[in-house]
């Protein structure tokens, strides 16, 4: 079992940048691939950012590419994402997840095991 728990939200004016945290629970967090997936209300919960556990590798959806980079830090079992030139479409709960094991880019909900409680994200025009 993993518990995840996000931090790092708030309400920013566009144009600036805020850090989102997630930290997990458990000695094994250097083997999940790691997700940010965003919540606009009235919407579906979509894909943000992805980070695998192998290698590191990442991959962004297309709103996103160019603005939000994503990190991991295994000794501290914390994946971060940083989130620079915010726009008021980027208003959204943000949820972190964790996939056990699964190999190469995971983008679709159903590949993750494990969300944290959403942490909500507000820019301003």
């Known amino acids: 079992q993993v518990q995840l728990v996000e931090s790092g939200g708030g309400l920013v004016q566009a144009g600036g940048s805020l850090r989102l945290s997630c930290a997990a629970s458990g000695r094994t967090f250097s083997n999940y691939a790691m997700g940010w997936f965003r919540q606009a209300p009235g919407k579906d919960r979509e894909f943000v950012g992805t980070v695998t556990w192998s290698n590191g590798n990442t991959r962004y959806a297309d709103s996103v590419k160019g603005r939000f980079t994503m990190s991991r830090d295994n000794t501290k079992n914390t994946v971060y994402l940083q989130m620079n030139s915010l726009k008021p479409e980027d208003t959204a709960v943000y949820y972190c997840?964790?996939?056990?094991?699964?190999?190469?880019?995971?983008?679709?909900?159903?590949?993750?095991?494990?969300w944290g409680q959403g942490t909500q994200v507000t820019v301003s025009s």
């Open positions: 997840a964790a996939s056990k094991g699964r190999v190469g880019i995971l983008i679709s909900r159903d590949n993750y095991d494990y």
